[in-house]
């Protein structure tokens, strides 16, 4: 089990930037894949983005293409989120989690969740 913490979220401008950190403790963390989720009220939790062990595949939700990009840093042992032109409706609660299964945008692949990080984007 790995234990993660997000930070970086807040309130944004729409067409700013942020960048989201997911710190993370415990085994051993370059072994495995991560992901970065989002839930906005009243809506599902949904995949926004991910990446393998070594960061050298990413894959993204096509509505933040071009617009954010996911890395890791396994010797800081923390994964980021760079969140650019920011538009209102990317406004949500971000989650990180550690991928246990092979299918990278289903939440029931993911496990170890973090507490979530708030991301605010007014018009």
């Known amino acids: 089990q790995v234990q993660l913490v997000e930070s970086g979220g807040g309130l944004v401008q729409a067409g700013g930037s942020l960048r989201l950190s997911c710190a993370a403790s415990g085994r051993t963390f370059s072994d495995y894949g991560m992901g970065w989720f989002r839930q906005a009220p009243g809506k599902e939790r949904e995949f926004v983005a991910a990446?393998?062990?070594?960061?050298?595949?990413?894959y993204y939700t096509d509505s933040v293409k071009d617009r954010f990009t996911i890395s890791r840093d396994n010797a800081k042992r923390t994964v980021y989120l760079q969140m650019n032109s920011l538009k209102p409706e990317d406004t949500a609660v971000y989650y990180c989690?550690?991928?246990?299964?092979?299918?990278?945008?289903?939440?029931?692949?993911?496990?170890?969740w973090g507490q979530g990080t708030q991301v605010t984007v007014s018009s």
């Open positions: 990446l393998n062990w070594s960061g050298g595949t990413t």
């Open positions: 989690a550690r991928r246990y299964r092979s299918n990278y945008s289903d939440t029931t692949s993911y496990g170890d």
